[in-house]
């Protein structure tokens, strides 16, 4: 954002201090404002004094003076069309509606610029501002034309710079009070405050506000804004292609696999994937167990899934025991029993979950499940003989999980004991039936 070039307030109090001075001569005025502001810093206090000299209401008479005399004097050592505000000096000393004796001594003011250096062009600024005014004798001096005081002091200057349409519509940066009558003189002395009497329309502390302009009057008056809204797209045709502004904020992701030792367990998952099409010779079996006794994490490269849990269950139920045993913390456990419980009932299933129950905590509902599964596979074959042999290895299994204290019998009492009793005929069955009665 473009900082807005404006006096400070300790320069604005310096600036108003010299307007005040109306009692001293304007040449020492002219001197302090040298003092104070060097060359480089002269225009932006020129300029205030410039804006509120556009103004007639906003100075005094004997102020108005003083301001002329520092933007005359600050530039007396270039020619006069190098003085930025020679325009408005000019149009001061051609002002018909202006008082007399101001542009009497704006006229001298302008006439310096003729002169040879002596200090007899000058003598007038000798005095001070209020004595000027006092001792003006408008019968001695003559107003020449604006267009002859154009020729003679500005024909060779710079012409104006372009003035947009916007910067003719702005506002200035000092406007007349609305509260003040028009026609009303804002310098009378009926708008001094008085102490102990109501204010009037108008009144207040002029010599405060002044201050506050001049620390306040910018470079740029208030211009409208011009608005440049963003056009609307147009509509998309049926004939033609969307245009695509891909997003191209891509993240980097740490490759947790680079690096790693692709051949780790490569023995094992081997082995493995010959257990899930056949039995494993005694010695393959060994290295296997013993590969995932030393390194327990081998089960998560084995290349085992809870899909292919069924084979390895039937063709090597020792090996699935322990990967099972090695896989119980692992987040996809639970699908592994899942698989488990809906499988075809076996006795190399039930060998599984027997060791299983012994090895490790197994959740009860899916030991109560694997049991319902169980009886229900019983209950459902047509073979009588190989009913008669699962409801054998059923009723082991279930003697052994009571005898063992893996489940509590109450949980599941009346359904065991229908099955017993729909199978008395069998040995197993009424043994398991008088187990469950002696706990009672």
Not at 216 to 231: D, F, K, M, V
Request: proline share 6%.
């Amino acid at each position: 954002m473009k900082k807005r070039a404006t006096l400070g307030f300790e320069d604005s109090k310096a600036v108003f201090g010299l307007l005040r001075a109306e009692q001293r001569p304007l040449e020492e005025i002219v001197s302090d404002f040298a003092s104070i502001f060097s060359h480089g810093r002269q225009f932006i206090p020129s300029f205030s004094l410039s804006v509120l000299l556009q103004d007639k209401k906003m100075l005094s008479s004997t102020q108005r003076l003083i301001a002329f005399a520092i933007l005359h004097q600050a530039y007396a050592s270039q020619k006069p069309s190098a003085n930025p505000f020679i325009n408005l000096i000019i149009s001061a000393a051609c002002d018909v509606e202006a008082e007399k004796c101001e542009r009497a001594f704006v006229l001298q003011l302008l006439q310096l610029f003729g002169s040879d250096g002596s200090n007899n062009g000058k003598e007038f600024l000798k005095q001070s501002a209020a004595d000027y005014i006092k001792n003006f004798d408008p019968s001695v001096h003559v107003f020449p034309q604006q267009e002859q005081l154009q020729q003679q002091y500005a024909d060779k200057g710079h012409p104006e710079p372009y003035s947009s349409p916007f910067k003719d519509g702005s506002i200035k940066n000092v406007v007349a009070d609305p509260d003040v009558p028009h026609g009303c003189d804002a310098n009378s002395s009926e708008f001094d405050l008085q102490p102990g009497a109501k204010s009037k329309v108008g009144s207040g502390d002029k010599d405060e506000t002044m201050l506050g302009l001049l620390s306040n009057i910018a470079l740029e008056g208030l211009g409208p804004h011009w608005s440049r809204p963003i056009p609307p797209r147009l509509p998309v045709q049926d004939d033609e292609l969307v245009w695509l502004n891909p997003v191209d904020n891509h993240e980097l992701l740490w490759d947790d696999g680079m690096c790693v030792d692709t051949s780790r367990g490569a023995a094992v998952r081997d082995l493995i994937a010959k257990a899930l099409k056949g039995p494993l010779v005694p010695a393959q079996q060994e290295q296997v167990l013993l590969e995932l006794a030393n390194d327990p994490k081998l089960v998560y490269h084995c290349g085992l899934t809870p899909r292919k849990l069924p084979e390895l269950v039937e063709n090597n139920p020792l090996i699935a025991v322990e990967v099972l045993t090695k896989l119980i913390n692992s987040p996809e456990i639970a699908e592994y029993f899942t698989v488990l419980v809906n499988m075809d009932m076996s006795l190399h299933s039930m060998e599984v979950v027997n060791r299983l129950t012994t090895a490790v905590e197994l959740p009860s509902e899916f030991i109560h499940m694997y049991i319902t599964n169980c009886i229900s596979s019983c209950e459902n074959i047509k073979d009588k003989y190989m009913q008669n042999r699962l409801v054998r290895l059923v009723c082991v299994f279930l003697q052994s999980l009571i005898r063992n204290n893996i489940i509590n019998v109450k949980d599941l009492f009346i359904e065991v004991q229908a099955f017993c009793i729909e199978f008395s005929r069998i040995r197993e069955a009424a043994a398991l039936f008088r187990l469950l009665k002696s706990l009672e």
